[in-house]
């Protein structure tokens, strides 16, 4: 509408509504049946397609009078109008333009007609914050909402965030909420925003303590139905216990048997095999030992799913808004399984697929693995494979045994009840072997997609199908693998992660979740971005962030605790408070020199967290050829700085140094920080540099550091 359009007062057709409100720039679909409204729709849809919306204050009145409708309401345009298969029914679409005031009601016909003036917000004297708090506030209850309902989706709170008009956020929650009318009404009538904030945050409190009990509620009526089903198994299991023990319906069991048996999708040979053990089970005498084994075997055979595939759905925009909402960063891991799915798209009878992630602790192995299942729609079955030394843990045991059972693969299949899971096999490198056996040779077979359509486990002894399985195997490090099994396998590195990953991670993941944890809303606690850098440089030194997220909350341990203490009603952390909150700062960042020295240079080394700078210091006194080294070095870096020396003595007089130096010099070689082991094949240079340099006199510039032979 225009602003002239708004400032004027208007005769529009006027449709009382029963159990609606219409708020400004809102769109709002309803039937209209009643004579009289139809024929303010049919009036306005004749002139300029405006009409005024106000609600009924008593639903159950059928024909209102003037009395009965409230006065304020909203200017609306028809956007839609369809006619019902029922003439009398017509289907209208209208959009809330702006607040009004019915100054006058007239019967014009069979319909109202209402002189109407804009009723626009009225100018307040509101600090920032408040309104800013008010907003946010408002914001976070509607997202505690959409989260408690399940109707709704978190589309609908981007919907809200992402628009900067105040007025927008308020109609947009208040017409999305199951409001009572009264209450509408009133957000309606308020013309002060920030009243109106205080009063959605009121009434969206109340909602969810609403949906808080109904949530109580349903869990109490399930729990009590599942409570019910469970006496009623028991009591029909104490029958067959009771008839076991009268010995009238054993034949009833094996009928049981071999009915469940005859209903399985498998092959005749395995249809065979389990009905030969209900053959030699009729055999056994009741409770004998023999029997009970028997008994077992059959069970789990028949708890296995047998065919039964969970529908894994092939859709990747959902998948990338999965992964993308989850993790952050971790491109070719995400490029990756994207393009699995196309795969899978494109050739539906492709096989389940295989890749191992390897990367430091904390970088999120495991748990870009449990969002993949999400994306893809498989059950989703962990299996933790650090420690594992004895191979019946994978493959199972020989039934024969006292307390066999299948190995860890089938017992994760019957766990997810589909044949087609998403199966992690975690920390695959800490695999051990002894005299029971190679856990990683057993793995050969599984993880073969040449092999794994026949998978045989020890206890069962007849094959299952795992080439529907998609298996993803986490480790830290390839070099503990048996080769033949990392050569099954797509690796995909999964780096360390930067200091601004690790602050995108902390804003987008790691706060709002220790926030959730330790309860505490967005207002309570803030974060500036300076004040988590501040985190991670100075309070961590890890590659993932593990350590990150406890920093983090020890920092919401102490604002909860500010909190409920009465000390402050909010926390803003910043960086030059976090000595307050965490302590002395742990970790010093490397400085510049403030001079070049003889000597010393700086090398360049490589650790699970990244990059580091390292000094090598060099000292040449008069003495005998006496080569020391120290730092905690290994044998490689040990050969390196006897190399440096040998190469030395090949250039010395190139280099202007004295050619016997190796026979009249002492020369000492240290790496800082003793108590640190090093090991690599890359200080040659550094160390070659720095001897140089005590031989010549000549200093090393400060601001240089190398790596290489």
């Known amino acids: 509408m225009s602003e002239i359009m708004e400032n004027e007062v208007l005769s529009l057709p006027l449709l009382p509504l029963r159990g609606l409100n219409v708020f400004p720039g809102m769109l709002l679909t309803f039937d209209v049946e009643r004579p009289a409204s139809v024929a303010a729709l049919g009036a306005a849809v004749k002139r300029n397609s405006l009409i005024f919306l106000s609600a009924q204050k008593d639903i159950s009145i059928d024909a209102p009078g003037e009395e009965d409708i409230y006065r304020i309401g909203t200017v609306c345009r028809i956007r839609q109008q369809l006619r019902q298969p029922r003439a009398s029914v017509c289907r209208v679409m209208v959009e ?3 607040r009004a005031e019915a100054l006058e009601m007239t019967t014009e016909g069979k319909y109202y007609t209402a002189r109407v003036a804009n009723l ?5 004297r509101v600090r920032a914050e408040r309104k800013e708090a008010l907003v946010r506030n408002c914001l976070t209850l509607f997202s505690d909402y959409l989260h408690l309902n399940p109707d709704m989706m978190n589309e609908q709170l981007l919907n809200v965030i992402s628009n900067p008009d105040l007025g927008f956020v ?10 009572s009318v009264e209450n509408k009404q009133k957000l309606l009538e308020e013309l002060y925003p920030s009243r109106r904030l205080a009063m959605l945050g009121k009434m969206l409190t109340r909602e969810i303590e609403i949906l808080n009990i109904e949530k109580e509620l349903n869990e109490a009526t399930q729990e009590e139905v599942n409570r019910s089903q469970r006496e009623y198994y028991l009591r029909e299991e104490l029958k067959l216990i009771q008839s076991e023990l009268g010995g009238e319906s054993e034949g009833d069991e094996l009928d049981t048997y071999r009915a469940k048996i005859g209903a399985l999708p498998v092959s005749d040979e395995i249809r065979e095999r389990l009905l030969k053990e209900v053959s030699k089970l009729q055999k056994q005498p009741f409770g004998s030992s023999e029997a009970a084994v028997i008994r077992g075997y059959l069970d789990t055979c028949l708890e296995i799913p047998w065919g039964i595939r969970s529908k894994e759905t092939i859709d990747i925009d959902k998948a990338r808004r999965v992964l993308e909402n989850d993790h952050f960063g971790l491109e070719k891991v995400k490029e990756r399984i994207l393009e699995y799915l196309a795969v899978r798209q494109l050739t539906p009878e492709v096989k389940g697929g295989l890749i191992c992630l390897v990367g430091p602790p904390g970088t999120g192995k495991t748990s870009i693995a449990m969002s993949i299942a999400r994306a893809t729609g498989r059950k989703c079955v962990r299996i933790s494979l650090g420690g ?3 191979e019946a843990e994978i493959r199972g045991h020989r039934k024969t045994y006292i307390g066999a059972m299948p190995g860890r693969i089938i017992s994760g299949i019957i766990q997810a009840k ?14 051990g072997s ?9 793995l050969l077979e599984a993880l073969d997609g ?3 359509g026949s998978f045989r486990d020890n206890f069962l002894e007849i094959p299952f199908d795992l080439s529907g399985v998609f298996f993803i195997t986490t480790a830290n490090t390839t070099d503990t693998i048996p080769r033949a099994l990392l050569d099954r396998m797509e690796v995909i590195e999964m780096s360390s992660y930067t200091d601004e990953e690790k602050l995108q991670i902390a804003k987008r993941h790691l706060i709002p979740k220790q926030r959730k944890k330790h309860g505490l809303k967005a207002a309570q606690l803030r974060f500036d971005d300076a004040a988590i850098r501040a985190v991670i440089s100075r309070y961590t030194r890890e590659s993932g962030v593990r350590v990150l997220e406890r920093e983090i909350a020890s920092i919401c341990r102490k604002a909860a605790f500010a909190i409920a203490q009465g000390e402050a009603k909010s926390v803003f952390v910043r960086a030059d408070g976090l000595e307050e909150l965490l302590g002395t700062r742990k970790f010093i960042d490397d400085e510049l020199r403030a001079r070049d020295e003889i000597g010393l240079v700086r090398g360049l080394a490589y650790t699970a967290v990244g990059g580091e700078v390292l000094d090598v210091e060099c000292a040449v006194m008069e003495g005998s050829g006496r080569i020391e080294l120290t730092g905690n070095l290994g044998d490689v870096m040990k050969e390196s700085a006897r190399a440096a020396v040998t190469c030395l003595r090949s250039r010395a007089e190139s280099l202007g140094i004295d050619p016997d130096f190796y026979k009249n010099k002492d020369i000492h070689i240290h790496f800082p920080e003793g108590a640190i082991p090093k090991d690599g094949p890359s200080a040659g240079v550094t160390v070659v540099t720095a001897l140089a340099s005590a031989l010549t006199g000549r200093a090393v510039r400060r601001d240089v550091a190398m790596t290489g032979e």
């Open 170 to 179: 308020i109609s947009y929650i208040a017409q999305n909420v199951r409001f």
């Open 450 to 452: 040449e092999q794994n």
């Open 434 to 442: 002894d005299y029971r056996g190679d856990p990683s040779a057993a």
């Open 96 to 98: 809330g333009l702006y």
């Open 120 to 124: 626009p917000d009225k100018a307040e």
């Open 418 to 431: 589909t044949c087609n899971p998403l199966m992690v096999l975690d920390e695959i490198d800490k695999l």
């Open 388 to 390: 594992v030394h004895d």
